[in-house]
Antibody, heavy 119, light 110 residues
Framework: QVQLQESGPGLVKSSETLFLTCNVS??????????WNWIRQPAGKGLEWIGR???????NYNPSLKSRVTILVDTSKDQFSLILGSMTAADTAVYYC???????????WGQGTLVTVSS | QSALTQPASVSGSPGQSITVSCAGT?????????VSWYQQFPGKAPKLIIY???KRPSGVSNRFSGSKSGNTASLTISGLQAEDEADYYC??????????FGGGTKLTVL
């Protein structure tokens, strides 16, 4: 059974860059036709899809974040990463990683990691 | 502002049925049969309960059902139970290989 686990700093300063990693266990990130996604949720608000990456490295991004986002995959470590630049208070949220088949749905999800942007 | 529009809240009594709507456009819900629904409890990650508009993952109660008409998708919960009280989110595949979510609906079981 595939499980996902996010890791990274809980606190980032305004204007800096966020680096998060999602570790995939119980299966290979390269097996099957799956995409690997990042999704975030500000406190008390709805979900926002950030982007996804395939095991080949091909990625798609939310147009509203595209200028600041990069999602990378490391198949040798069964990990994928989120890089989000120019962080502001509006980027404070719980960040989730999730798997999706093509074109699919999101399942399973990681437990989420809270990222707070400080001034 | 979420791309998909859901009512902020719905409520119902135990045993009743409720429906949560999710309104989109031809660029998302209306253009693809890839609508999914998620149940989320406070402090927890969302859980998939409906995918491909109408399908239920293994282990999800058959009290949950999904449908779509035009640019609007719906989630129906029948035989409402106290344990169903949670937030519900819709999602749809969209143009340019992207995904969109609804703003979420809080279900209160009276």
């Amino acid at each position: 059974q595939v499980q996902l686990q996010e890791s990274g700093p809980g606190l980032v300063k305004s204007s800096e860059t966020l680096f998060l990693t999602c570790n995939v266990s119980g299966g290979s990130i390269s097996s099957g036709s799956y995409y690997w996604n990042w999704i975030r949720q500000p406190a008390g608000k709805g979900l926002e899809w950030i982007g996804r990456v395939y095991s080949s490295g091909s990625a798609n991004y939310n147009p509203s974040l595209k200028s600041r986002v990069t999602i990378l995959v490391d198949t040798s470590k069964d990990q994928f990463s989120l890089i989000l630049g120019s962080m502001t208070a509006a980027d404070t949220a719980v960040y989730y990683c999730a798997r999706s088949p093509y074109p699919g749905w999101f399942d399973p999800w990681g437990q989420g990691t809270l990222v707070t942007v400080s001034s | 502002q979420s791309a998909l529009t859901q009512p902020a809240s719905v409520s119902g009594s135990p045993g009743q049925s409720i429906t949560v709507s999710c309104a989109g456009t031809s660029s998302n819900i209306g253009g693809y049969n890839y609508v999914s629904w998620y149940q989320q409890f406070p402090g927890k990650a969302p859980k998939l309960i409906i995918y491909d508009v109408t399908k239920r993952p293994s282990g999800v109660s058959n009290r949950f059902s999904g449908s779509k008409s035009g640019n609007t998708a719906s989630l129906t919960i029948s035989g409402l139970q106290a344990e169903d009280e949670a937030d519900y989110y819709c999602s749809s595949y969209a143009d340019d290989s992207t995904w969109v979510f609804g703003g979420g609906t809080k279900l209160t079981v009276l």
